[in-house]
């Protein structure tokens, strides 16, 4: 910056390409979880980087979803339990999913089986969009499940 070879400007948003590319490849992993906690202060020796990692999250969670077996995931969680979490209002709005995410969100109001949510949707395009959706969901912490372990979290 003293040189004049970059401004203050440039080198942050530099800065923030890094973060976003750093956890992008943390969102790529195949094991691990990550948690998103409201209120918690950033510590006053850490730089704070004006990035938003809601896209980053969605984008990943997208790309996700659409590598899923349907068949294998409708043959496996037939009897999970699906719960909405406590978060999910506020993280659903800033994800922004999508209208079949939100369409399933909006349809789940206390705790039932992934069985029950695919009795209304006979159409294979709709059962798809489910698992996608559930896949999402449940990936964002938008939902719990209780219950058969999801054939995506056995990927290695």
Request: net charge negative; aromatic share 6%.
């Amino acid at each position: 910056i003293a040189l004049g070879i970059l401004s203050a400007v440039e080198l942050f948003q530099h800065i923030g390409n890094q973060v976003e590319s750093r956890f992008q490849e943390l969102l790529s992993w195949s094991s691990g979880s990550y948690r998103f906690y409201r209120g918690v202060p950033c510590p006053s020796d850490v730089l704070e980087v004006p990035v938003s990692l809601f896209p980053l999250v969605r984008e990943q969670l997208l790309r996700g979803s659409e590598t899923i077996d349907v068949d294998e995931a409708l043959r496996v969680m037939g009897d999970t339990e699906v719960t909405v979490t406590s978060l999910s209002s506020v993280l659903a709005k800033r994800l922004d999913l999508g209208p079949d995410v939100t369409e399933l969100l909006g349809s789940v109001s206390k705790p039932c089986s992934v069985r029950d949510l695919m009795a209304s949707r006979k159409r294979s395009q709709e059962q798809k969009c489910l698992v996608r959706a559930l896949y999402m969901a449940s990936e964002a912490g938008l939902w719990s499940l209780d219950g058969s372990r999801p054939p995506w979290q056995n990927r290695d």
